[in-house]
């Protein structure tokens, strides 16, 4: 199927595989036991892991992090589990965390994907999954992120129903809200939310997934299986020292780490959700 293909067009074949009346596909599913893992990140030497929720303090300004990635992309896997999920793990509560996605507009007012329409629904199941789990903009990362993770973990089978449905379910994502919202067609839907994704990265010039982009600058870039354009190191404790130093340049002397709420390792032992980083 060509990759120029409208996204309306993915709700169209996708009605056509079974009697389902979702859209998610349901070709033949495989198993989740490849991301099914209890293994934790270990630390990385940046010191004690930071608590999670609103920092005390209320004058202060977060670090935007943000990755623009396609869902069904091997670097976007690498750049998540690598690099994204440990440093969150590590400073959650000092940054803006945002997915971007990458794709092209097409002239019927649709998206085009690289992989094809399986890729821009998983694109959509990514934004979905922030949007109804948590009301605040920009939402909690750990509110979503481990979703995130076990879809990406799995890439080559999205959007196969039992994957999708597994991870939602692992992960405290209401399956059928998730459902409703990748199939809504409306100006809240997911459409409408990939259409607006992809026009941001665009805008920004990220044509590459993964671009991992700090305080609105391009940081790092992994592509083809290798770190490219890391000025300052592609290791955790590299970003996670850069985004500590503008937050402090942002916010003064203090940390601001001071925040209520468990660690992202904590949280995910406590509902039991998977976590697959390295």
Known sequence: MSSRVAIPFIFVVAFLYASYTTYISLLTPRTLTSCLTRNYPPSHGVGNQQSLGTPSLTTE??????????????????????????????????????????????????????????ECLGNSLHLCAAKINTPPSPPAAHTYLPFSLCLTHDYKNIPERKLVEGCADENGIDFRKLNECASDMGPDGGLSMLKKSVERSRDLGAETSCTIRVDGKKRCVRDSGRWKDCDGGSNVEDLVRDIKKIYKDKNGDHEGLGGRGKKLSEWIESERIIWIGH
């Open 61 to 118: 300004t977060k670090v935007p992090l943000e990755i623009h990635i396609m869902s069904k992309c091997p670097d976007a896997k690498d750049c998540l589990e690598q690099l994204i999920a440990p440093v969150l793990e590590e400073i959650e509560s000092l940054v803006d965390f945002q997915m971007s996605f990458i794709g092209r507009p097409t002239a019927d007012d649709g998206i085009s994907c690289m992989r094809g329409p399986s």
